[in-house]
């Protein structure tokens, strides 16, 4: 079996129009996430993270180039391409667990069996209980959180993060970041997983890319081959964890 | 006699002023008194707005009673005006009658389908407005050219097109409810959040789904803006139609009386009047609690 979730991005130009001019944002990008791999971009806030994972999402038409989702050319959104935005953008109408099993519905599956999915992502998401909530109900990170569990609902065959765990506090970071590589594991979905957090981007992924804050160009990429799963004290203790840290934080000023 | 009604009316709201500002006073400087006894305040300031509310009600009955009475004769001429006690012996003998419910439940009626067409017609044009730049294109330069005509300036094309008057008042009102639908529906569709319309696309719904699961649920809070005004102006024209070429109707019977120099009747016809359209516009915030409990 060919795996799925294979991302090929190819000179890659992606930019807005503002009063007329277009700027670019991104310039001629090309990069491969394999299928089945973690990756992990950080970079400067401004360097076009976003707007570079919203066009693998379909949602930007690029300026120029391509980007190919296992050969094809991604030119609209997409079920396989499960997005979690860096905003709130659970449907208020509908509650948790309407809205965590709208993916699951939308691609045809009954209501019982949806139901059954987002009550699974929903108690990993650890907001068992709250499924009959309406969003407005619940704190900023609960929100969050029932994004990721409805992204993941959807099983998607790419997984796209706009710092999915930014809003959220350490301890429950922690326990979604567990639960994300369990998830990973078990599905062999690709990752590309958005990140201002280092030693996040570092104790999850496979490849971190940086990219610079001049027109998102790629500044480096660092192959992590720790085997997972990670121990965090060991990883940031270590000579070589220690070295990237400081390696990637000097990509990033 | 203006002297005296700007007397009762100060002294009354002078009365619930001051009470509540009293009760905000000592809710402010003694914070700490638990909440049973701010409680016992908020009650206390609500009855007394009440009382004052009640009695602003009273001493302006007392008023009409005692101007008609006395036949004054100041700017408007009260001796034509039928006293507060005629009005109410006025109401008991025709709310007996047959004629006065036959013309509620025409005017009923008449209300129920030209708003229920107008809900339709509106709705489905605003959201095609909303979400569709070639039928925008195509249906506002009619919104725009017509909105501003108001539903009486309708009458006499109305009565000329319409085969009987009954339909030409259901369409007369049906114009005075739909511009604010299609207004407020189009507004609401314009302002969907593209952040949700882009999460649903990624979760694979297409763009039929998306109207149905993203953008009409957005809209209708604006949706119901609309039709609360779409209320009040449907029944604006619906007394407009009746009075000037109904046979039934309590607009009708409100024009009628003043032929018949019935003038009690007058009142009762307008208190009416005022009493179904406040229920209809009420029905309306009611079913918007019962629809969107998810906004506010
Ligand atoms: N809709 C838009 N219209 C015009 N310019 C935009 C738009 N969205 C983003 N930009 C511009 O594109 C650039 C990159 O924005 P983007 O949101 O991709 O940054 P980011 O790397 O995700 O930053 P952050 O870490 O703060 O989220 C910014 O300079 C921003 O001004
Ligand atoms: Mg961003």
Known sequence: MQKVGNIDIRSLTLGFKNFGSTKAVVEDFSFKFEAGSFTSIIGSSGCGKSTLLNAIGGHYKPLAGHIFLDGCEVKEPNASLGIVFQQHTLFPWKTV??????????????????????????????????????????????????????????????????????????????????SLLDIWKETHLTIIFVTHDVEEAMYLSERIVVMSRDRGRICEVFALDEPFPRNKDKLFASEGGRDLKEKCIGCLA | MNEIRAGVTDRGQGQAMSTATEGRHKVAMKPGRGAAWSLRVVRKVRW?????????????????????????????????????????????????????????????????VAFGLAIVVGVSAGIA???????????????????????????????????????????????????????????????????????ARSLGANRMNVLFHVVVPYAIPSITVGMALGMGGAWFALLAGEMISGRFGIGYFTWESYQLIQYANIIVGMLTIGFLSSVSTGSIYYLKRKLVPWAE
């Open chain 2, 48 to 112: 007394a707005a009440l009382m004052a509310s009640a009695a602003s009600l009273i001493a302006g009955v007392g008023l009409w009673q005692w101007l008609t009475e006395s036949h004054v004769h100041l700017v408007l001429d009260f001796s034509n005006i039928p006293t507060p006690v005629a009005v109410f012996e006025a109401f008991r003998a025709v709310v007996v009658t047959k004629t006065f419910w036959r013309d509620i439940y025409w005017s009923m009626y008449r209300i129920l």
């Open chain 2, 129 to 199: 407005m909303g979400y569709s730049a070639i039928l925008r294109l195509v249906i506002a330069p009619y919104v725009e050219m017509l909105r501003p005509i108001p539903a009486i300036a309708w009458v006499p094309m109305a009565i000329l097109v319409w085969p009987t008057t009954e339909e030409s008042i259901v369409s007369i009102t049906f114009l005075g409810a739909v511009f604010p639908i299609a207004l407020n529906t189009w507004e609401g569709v314009r302002r969907v959040p593209k952040e949700l319309v882009k999460a």
């Open chain 1, 97 to 178: 667990t309407e809205n965590v099993r709208f993916g699951p519905m939308q691609r045809g599956a009954s209501k019982a069996k949806a139901n059954a999915v987002a009550a699974k992502y929903i108690e990993m998401v650890g907001l068992a209980g709250y499924g009959d909530y309406y969003p407005k109900m619940l704190s900023g990170g609960m929100q969050h959180r029932a994004e990721i569990a409805r992204a993941l609902a959807n099983a998607p065959a790419v997984l796209l993060m706009d710092e999915p765990f930014g809003a959220l506090d350490a301890q429950m970071r922690a326990s979604l970041q567990s």
